[in-house]
T-cell receptor
């Protein structure tokens, strides 16, 4: 069955340092998409970055990069130069084809705390 | 602002009641997704519509139903409400049905069932 695992319930990072949030996934499909979302305390879901299963290069979006290791089925999010505003919940998600549409499953999330 | 709107923002109701949550996708987006976020179950995919047709179904209870109208807005109907239905309900939209389409989420409707 499809599954997303985020093993770090909470993480602390010093401001201006880099941090890696772990995500592993399980699927038997060859084609899928991987996403990361940020959810601040205000509750909205903010898209950060996308990686397609056939993309050979790791995705980057500003301070966010996705370390995609297909053979290991991992899609870790790297945030460089952490800022206080990065304190939030981070969700890894996988989208797969499902009966004519798409189904997206989310991990349990990692709460990131950025220390001044 | 993602461009996806959801109303109402908050909803408080009693067990056994029925409510309707409304979602307007971003301009031009044809596909709408509904999600439920609760403390015990996390973020769960409920259902997807594309141009008025149901396309994918997730962990949606039989007491819940949804539809997408010709103007592309969508409604999620929750009936015979139980305490456990208290959650944040998100709507998201994408332009088409491509796997790489980014889902832009609305602000959510927080449902409290008393």
């Amino acid at each position: 069955a499809q599954k997303i695992t985020q093993t770090q319930p909470g993480m602390f990072v010093q401001e201006k340092e880099a941090v890696t949030l772990d995500c592993t996934y399980d699927t038997s499909d060859q084609s899928y998409g991987l996403f990361w979302y940020k959810q601040p305390s205000s509750g909205e879901m903010i898209f950060l970055i996308y990686q397609g299963s056939y993309d050979e290069q790791n995705a980057t979006e500003g301070r966010y990069s996705l370390n995609f290791q297909k053979a290991r089925k991992s899609a870790n999010l790297v945030i460089s130069a952490s800022q206080l505003g990065d304190s939030a919940m981070y969700f890894c998600a996988m989208r797969e084809v499902h009966t004519g549409g798409f189904k997206t499953i989310f991990g349990a999330g990692t709460r990131l705390f950025v220390k001044a | 602002d993602s461009g996806v709107t959801q109303t109402p923002k908050h909803l408080i109701t009693a067990t056994g009641q029925r409510v309707t949550l409304r979602c307007s996708p971003r301009s031009g987006d044809l596909s709408v997704y509904w999600y439920q976020q609760s403390l015990d179950q996390g973020l769960q995919f409920l259902i997807q519509y594309y141009n008025g047709e149901e396309r994918a179904k997730g962990n949606i209870l039989e007491r819940f139903s949804a539809q997408q109208f010709p103007d592309l807005h969508s409604e999620l109907n929750l009936s015979s409400l139980e305490l456990g239905d208290s959650a944040l309900y998100f709507c998201a939209s994408t332009p088409q049905l491509a796997e790489g389409d980014t889902q832009y989420f609305g602000p959510g409707t927080r449902l409290t069932v008393l």
